[in-house]
Nanobody, 128 residues
Framework: QVQLVESGGAEVRAGGSLRLSCVAS????????MGWYRQAPGKKLEPVAT???????DYAESVKGRFTISKSRAWNTIWLQMNSLKLEDTGVYFC??????????????????????WGQGTQVTVSP
C-alpha cells in the first residue's frame, strides 16, 4: 500500500511562485511513476506535469515554460515548481502514483497488477 501527501499550496499574487511537494510512504518499491494533476473550479481534472515511459517530462501546453516537475532518485518524492503564476492556474493540485506488484494466480502464475494512488490535493489560489 502507498499513501501520498501533497503540501505547498497557498494563495499567491499573479506573477508569483509556489513550490508543491508530494511525499509517498508505504510500499515505495511498488511505485514506477508519479505526476501532477489539477482541477480548476467547474472544470475536469487535467494532467499538469507527468513523466512518459522514456522518463521525459510532459507538460500541459498552458504551463510550458513556467512549471517544472522534479523527482527524487527513488520514487518517494516529487515537486512542482510553479513560476509566473496566472489566475487560470487556480485549482486543486493532486499527486498521483502508479504502482505495480506481482500477484500469484493458480492458472497463470505470477502476473503484474497495476493500480493508481491519489493524494488528498492541495489548494492553489492565484489572485490579481
Amino acid at each position: 500500500q502507498v499513501q501520498l501527501v501533497e503540501s505547498g499550496g497557498a494563495e499567491v499574487r499573479a506573477g508569483g511562485s509556489l513550490r508543491l511537494s508530494c511525499v509517498a510512504s508505504g510500499s515505495l518499491w511498488s511505485i514506477n511513476n508519479m505526476g501532477w494533476y489539477r482541477q480548476a473550479p467547474g472544470k475536469k481534472l487535467e494532467p499538469v506535469a507527468t513523466y512518459g515511459s522514456n522518463g521525459v517530462a510532459d507538460y500541459a501546453e498552458s504551463v510550458k515554460g513556467r512549471f517544472t516537475i522534479s523527482k527524487s532518485r527513488a520514487w518517494n518524492t516529487i515537486w512542482l515548481q510553479m513560476n509566473s503564476l496566472k489566475l487560470e492556474d487556480t485549482g486543486v493540485y493532486f499527486c498521483k502514483a502508479e504502482t505495480e506488484v506481482d500477484e500469484e494466480t493458480e492458472r497463470f502464475g505470477s502476473l503484474p497488477k497495476r493500480d493508481y494512488v491519489w493524494g488528498q490535493g492541495t489548494q492553489v489560489t492565484v489572485s490579481p
